[in-house]
């Protein structure tokens, strides 16, 4: 499956941004999807990402209440909005889709097998 994100960009604090990614070659009904992010310097972190049904979402701490992501499975995309933005979430934002995530695996970049080529988020203060 290829999976195309876009939407990064420049913004100010307190900002919005809203990143898409879609896929190609495969469903979201069979891979699961989720948002990572990589900081310069730093390993690539969980951002969001779904149940197998896409009934619960799961967020990191750090994102939760300012970031909401959504699904659509008929357009097979998958949505990740942006609000209240900062400086500290200045990454490479990924979009990531596996077919044997679980929920307790949900959170570790090791279980998705298919990566987007990253979009750019700057967050300027």
């Known amino acids: 499956v290829q999976l195309q994100a876009s939407g990064g960009g420049l913004v100010q604090t307190g900002g919005s941004l809203r990143l898409s990614c879609a896929a190609s070659?495969?469903?979201?009904?069979?891979?699961?999807p989720a948002w990572f992010r990589q900081a310069p310097g730093k390993e690539r972190e969980f951002v969001a990402g779904?149940?197998?049904?896409?009934?619960?979402?799961f967020y990191s701490d750090s994102v939760k209440g300012r970031f909401t992501a959504s699904r659509d499975n008929a357009k097979n995309t998958v949505i990740l909005q942006m609000d209240s933005l900062k400086p500290e979430d200045t990454a490479v934002y990924y979009c990531?889709?596996?077919?044997?995530?679980?929920?307790?695996?949900?959170?570790?970049?090791?279980?998705?097998?298919?990566w987007g080529q990253g979009t750019q988020v700057t967050v300027s203060s």
């Open positions: 070659g495969g469903t979201f009904r069979t891979y699961r």
């Open positions: 990531a889709a596996g077919s044997t995530v679980i929920s307790s695996t949900v959170r570790y970049p090791t279980a998705y097998h298919y």
């Open positions: 779904f149940s197998r049904d896409g009934g619960t979402t």
